[in-house]
């Protein structure tokens, strides 16, 4: 094939036929968290399922992201409790157990985090999807959809084989980003709804030579400078060794620290994650990286360039104001930006702020979830991870002080049809592309509302592609037995 460069400063790239590298009933696009969920539900319910990821590892956030801390583990079930207790086995994770953690409850608030190793993750996600007979294809990227009249009938990838056709009676979409579905014609939002700003990006990036103890120390000889939420039942148990899950705050270190010209002004807190005591090591989960478009590629290059000089006057700042910091030292970073949030599908039902505060209920409720949202009147006020710079300041309740911040528990549904993509046919998707608001997704978009969601989708995925039917036209009666039946019970 001969591509030919035109005088307009166009490139045509003739017609061409595409080798056809596989036929199965499900292929999914992505290999993270939702993608986990979505695959391994699919293959064992007996459909020859192909997964495919652009990394040569399987994890999405909890790996290519190196986010160690799994939060809202009280809404984990099905698939994500299972890879929970796997890795709990392989002494690579914290016991979750939230009937212990409820014992433990302090001043209202429960330590629903558990702490994991990135590595344990990786050989926890690959075996349970051998296990599960899923077909692996990664350091592969599903770039286009194969269409006709409507439907999606597989995608087209490209590695180092060259450019090639999967051929899928079911496709689902679990790359983020929404990536196949767009190129499918689906409908999608982007960001907050009035300006279309998202959530920041952030690089992750792992610490050494840290004295924990006088870390903790330090906080708890200034507990107002100690994120309130995080103080409670903080130290969990990984492999034997004592770790604390979440330790964010250092307001004062940090003021002073922008005072003197040592920090940017963005910065109003320093939050880690998995501090593992005795080895003196930390995931740093303060970059935020601001006005960025995590589907440009140039903006990308920009996040990656901009997370990487965050990262030295962050390291500096640590050394230099921050007491057990001395020696500290960068041992890795993610091997990809984390990009929170960018486009999310417009599904056959589309969950708005106004379901969720009167809430409404559905025939084919998939999952109820129960948790504190802001007062109706303060909807707009109160974010995750802000997309204005802001994040964990004086005026940012959620973070700074959050039983001041004005949030009134509420139940909400979402349903099976927020995972199928409106008016296209044979394409499921899950993740934080959920087809939600800006404001729903803030609070349902963490690992095991993400696997969930992906596990439904695979299992529709499956019984549908089993069935010769849409997975439109799958009866929900049949899919939440079939859920029930492989340990997903939280409806």
């Not at 495919?52 to 986010?67: D, H, K, P, R, S």
């Not at 209920?361 to 997309?387: A, G, N, Q």
């Not at 963490?446 to 529709?460: D, H, I, K, N, W």
Request: charged share 25%.
């Amino acid at each position: 094939m001969q591509t030919i460069f035109t005088n307009h400063g166009k490139v045509i790239q003739p017609q061409t036929e595409l080798p056809v590298y596989d036929s199965v009933d499900v292929v999914v696009a992505g290999g993270g968290v939702s993608g986990l969920g979505a695959a391994i539900a699919a293959a064992r319910m007996g459909a020859n399922t192909l997964l495919v990821e652009n990394n040569g590892f399987l994890g999405g956030v909890a790996t290519a992201n190196i986010m160690q801390s799994i939060c809202n583990c009280k809404f984990a079930d099905g698939i994500m409790l299972e890879i929970l207790e796997r890795m709990y086995v392989l002494g690579g994770a914290g016991k979750w157990d939230y009937e212990d953690r409820l014992a433990k409850i302090e001043d209202s608030f429960v330590n629903e985090t558990t702490t994991f190793d990135p590595e344990c993750f990786k050989e926890a996600a690959l075996e349970m999807c051998l296990e599960a007979n899923v077909k692996l294809l990664p350091y592969t990227r599903a770039c286009d959809v194969i269409m006709d009249n409507g439907a999606v009938r597989g995608v087209i990838i490209e590695n180092k084989s060259g450019r090639q056709a999967i051929l899928a009676k079911n496709t689902v979409d679990c790359t983020g980003d929404g990536d196949i579905s767009v190129r499918a014609g689906a409908s999608y939002v982007f960001g907050r709804e009035e300006d279309n700003k998202t959530r920041p990006f952030v690089l992750m990036f792992r610490i050494g030579g840290l004295d924990a103890k006088k870390i903790l120390g330090y906080l708890e000889d200034n507990p107002d400078q100690w994120q309130p939420q995080y103080k409670v039942n903080s130290i969990q148990s990984v492999g034997g060794e004592p770790v604390a899950t979440r330790v964010s705050g250092f307001y004062d270190l940090v003021d002073e620290a922008k005072a003197n010209g040592d920090l940017y002004d963005w910065i109003y807190y320093l939050r880690f994650e998995a501090m593992f005591i005795n080895r003196g090591t930390a995931l740093c989960n303060t970059s935020r990286i601001y006005g960025l478009d995590g589907t440009n590629a140039d903006d990308l290059r920009e996040g990656e360039i901009t997370g990487r000089r965050q990262m030295r006057k962050i390291i500096n700042f640590m050394r230099k104001y921050v007491p057990g910091c001395e020696n500290a030292y960068v041992v890795d970073t993610a091997p990809q930006l984390g990009v929170r949030e960018t486009r999310r599908i417009v599904g056959e039902y589309f969950l708005t702020n106004d379901d969720i505060y009167s809430g409404k209920t559905f025939d084919d409720c998939i999952m109820t979830v129960e948790k504190k949202l802001p007062v109706s009147e303060s909807r707009d006020l109160i974010d995750v991870h802000t997309p204005d710079p802001g994040e964990g300041g004086r005026d940012d309740l959620y973070e700074r002080d959050i039983k001041s911040a004005p949030m009134v528990l509420h139940k909400y549904e979402m349903c099976y049809r927020m995972l199928l993509a409106k008016g296209i046919d044979n394409l499921l998707f899950a993740g934080r592309l959920m087809s939600t608001t800006h404001m729903v997704e803030a609070f349902t978009r963490s690992m095991p509302f993400c696997m969930r969601l992906g596990q439904v989708a695979g299992t529709a995925a499956a019984l549908s592609a089993i069935g010769g039917i849409s997975p439109k036209e799958l009866s929900f009666k049949k899919l939440k037995d079939a859920l029930s039946a492989a340990g997903y019970v939280k409806f």
